[in-house]
């Protein structure tokens, strides 16, 4: 029997406002730093508006955080493009207390940061070691990413990663052999080798899938199988803000609804809209509607975009030609593919209460 995708929409918004009451935003995003000490092949932070290339200011940080919580975010991350570690008052900014997610090139993990980090069983840390710059970045980065496994972190996940481009694909065989070990005294690592993705249709990435991996029953290796730039299915590892579940503020204070430069869809700016007026502001309420309904006249940015469209273009993303999943759902059933019931950053907030 054929289920009528009329009304699949209309149920699956209802459940998602159900849930988002009980349990609040999914992944409040705040861009620490809009500039990085890289500049991987993938990424565009180089091409941002020179406003944007800035730390964030640090008590507006601090207010981020703040507000973050009391909208009870499963979690904070620290990243969209830029270099965490590098914002110089960091380790008074993120709080020690609450689920957090930071992802860094490893140039900056280094010293007492390092251990710092190290000892915190709160932090979901990626180590995007930078497997397509030069010899001396990269190397230093490889370096500082061994050294930190080294310290035998207690972080809730280790997420050791390569984005599959151009020019880091041919390290994938290096990797495995140089990391692997570690799998076995570090549980909450995995490795996960990722498509690159693109914001811009004039700078297309594309990337490799890898067939030289070996494959591992506890599913700690991941590989992202998606055929960019194509579809967002099931075996994707794009972690994707999602405007259903997520929210971003950028480096300048602008709130957005994805990393997406989306000219006619701000929120305001965290200086002076409360983070939880801009979650609940007409504007996000219309965008999680679309999300559920499909978008035929392409109000919102996602249909041209690689992580989201099913094919690239289709206004159904969720179709089940595509991923099968709705867009609303993905980073939950992103948060589930390993087979655990219960996503890191919940289970940490269990063990706390």
């Known amino acids: 029997m054929k289920t009528d995708l009329t009304v699949v929409p209309l149920l699956l918004l209802k459940k998602l406002y159900n849930t988002l009451r009980k349990k609040g935003i999914s992944t409040v995003q705040i861009e620490l730093a809009g500039l990085c000490s ?26 981020c955080v703040r507000e973050a919580k009391e909208l009870n975010a499963s979690q904070i991350s620290f990243h969209v493009t830029g270099e965490p570690l590098d914002h110089p008052d960091i380790s008074d900014i993120i709080p020690y207390d609450y689920p957090i997610v930071i992802s860094t090139n490893c140039l900056s993990l280094e010293n007492s940061l390092a251990h ?8 979901l840390i990626i180590l995007a070691v930078l497997w397509s710059e030069p010899k001396e970045r990269r190397e230093r980065s490889i370096a500082n990413a061994k050294a930190y496994l080294d310290l035998n972190p207690i972080n809730r996940n280790i997420f050791l ?9 041919q390290y994938s065989s290096y990797m495995y052999e ?28 594309f990337g490799y899938i890898l067939d030289n991996i070996p494959k591992r029953e506890d599913q700690r290796v991941q590989i992202d199988y998606m055929p ?3 579809s967002c299915g099931p075996d994707c590892l794009a972690f994707a803000p999602n405007p259903s579940t997520d929210i971003i503020i950028q480096s300048d204070g602008q709130i957005k609804p994805c990393f997406k430069r989306w000219a006619h869809w701000n929120l305001g700016n965290v200086r002076n809209t409360k983070l939880a007026e801009a979650w609940m502001s007409e504007r996000m309420k219309e965008i999680r509607s679309i999300w559920c309904r499909g978008d035929p006249d392409n109000k919102v940015a996602c249909h041209d975009c690689i992580r989201m469209a099913v094919p690239r273009g289709d206004p159904v993303w969720w179709s089940a030609e595509g991923s099968g999943v709705p867009p609303s759902l993905l980073n939950q059933e992103q948060a589930m593919r390993s087979g655990d019931t219960i996503p890191s950053s919940e289970r940490y907030r269990v063990a706390k209460r």
Not at 38 to 63: G, H, S, V, Y
Not at 116 to 123: I, R, S, W, Y
Not at 161 to 169: D, G, K, P, T
Request: overall charge neutral; hydrophobic content about 30%; aromatic content about 10%.
């Open 38 to 63: 890289a500049n991987c092949e993938f990424c565009d932070w180089t091409r941002r508006p020179k406003e944007q290339k800035i730390f964030m200011d640090t008590d507006l940080a601090k207010k």
């Open 116 to 123: 710092k980090l190290a000892h915190m069983d709160n932090l």
């Open 161 to 169: 990663q390569m984005i599959c481009s151009e020019h880091a694909v």
């Open 178 to 205: 140089m990391f692997s070990p570690y799998l076995k005294q570090l549980p909450g690592l995995q490795l996960h080798y990722k498509q690159p993705y693109t914001q811009e249709a004039e700078h297309p990435n």
């Open 228 to 230: 960019t730039p194509q």
